[in-house]
T-cell receptor, first 112, second 111 residues
Framework: KAGVTQTPRYLIKTRGQQVTLSCSPI?????VSWYQQTPGQGLQFLFE???????NKGNFPGRFSGRQFSNSRSEMNVSTLELGDSALYLC???????????FGNGTRLTVT | KQEVTQIPAALSVPEGENLVLNCSFT??????LQWFRQDPGKGLTSLLL?????REQTSGRLNASLDKSSGRSTLYIAASQPGDSATYLC??????????FGGGTRLMVKP
């Protein structure tokens, strides 16, 4: 069974630009969540989608948004990029609330 | 707001030792708690998930315990090997799949 796939693997963007990251969950998983990992703040929850609906949202500004499609694939978008948005962005999928989360290898975003 | 603390922050041991990694959390109203490992530059690998109604969970050389009322979980690694070198993270789940992560324990097992 294929794992969680995130594309692209690496991205370099300039301040003020916007970026879209993609995540394909494990087949059959309907929950997709996103996390930001930085050396200073560690791993922080961004948002979670289940059956195309956002169920939970972390404490991030409105520049961070996401969506989930009917095939459970998800995208997250960051607009008006700032230097502090440089991070590893991780996507995870799960069957349900009480099932393990399975993470992809992440997209490393560098903002210059 | 859930807060998670992991002790120790770093650990270096010779191969073969048994290890205990500690995790404490402030909000005991959790669905479950997961332990992960992360290798440098990679995503997280799920090790064990303990439901809120369980006391412990085992997988191979790994055993995780949960004391929800006191807000503590431990990960026991038996007979450590160099391949166990990684960062270990615990994460209680309070709502949906909204996990709160600790800062991790960076483990180095020397041959």
């Amino acid at each position: 069974k294929a794992g969680v796939t995130q594309t692209p693997r690496y991205l370099i963007k300039t301040r003020g630009q916007q970026v879209t990251l993609s995540c394909s969950p494990i087949s059959g998983h309907r929950s997709v969540s996103w996390y930001q990992q930085t050396p200073g703040q560690g791993l922080q929850f961004l948002f979670e989608y289940f059956s195309e609906t956002q169920r939970n949202k972390g404490n991030f500004p409105g520049r961070f948004s996401g969506r989930q499609f009917s095939n459970s694939r998800s995208e997250m978008n960051v607009s008006t990029l700032e230097l502090g948005d440089s991070a590893l962005y991780l996507c995870a999928s799960s069957l349900s609330n009480n099932s393990p989360l399975h993470f992809g290898n992440g997209t490393r975003l560098t903002v210059t | 707001k859930q807060e998670v603390t992991q002790i120790p922050a770093a650990l270096s041991v010779p191969e073969g030792e048994n290890l205990v990694l500690n995790c404490s959390f402030t909000d005991s109203a959790i669905y479950n708690l997961q332990w992960f490992r992360q290798d440098p530059g990679k995503g997280l690998t799920s090790l064990l998930l303990i439901q809120s109604s369980q006391r412990e969970q085992t997988s191979g050389r790994l055993n995780a315990s949960l004391d929800k009322s006191s807000g503590r979980s431990t990960l026991y690694i038996a007979a450590s090997q160099p391949g166990d070198s990684a960062t270990y993270l615990c994460a209680p789940n309070n709502a949906g799949n909204m996990l709160t992560f600790g800062g991790g324990t960076r483990l180095m097992v020397k041959p």
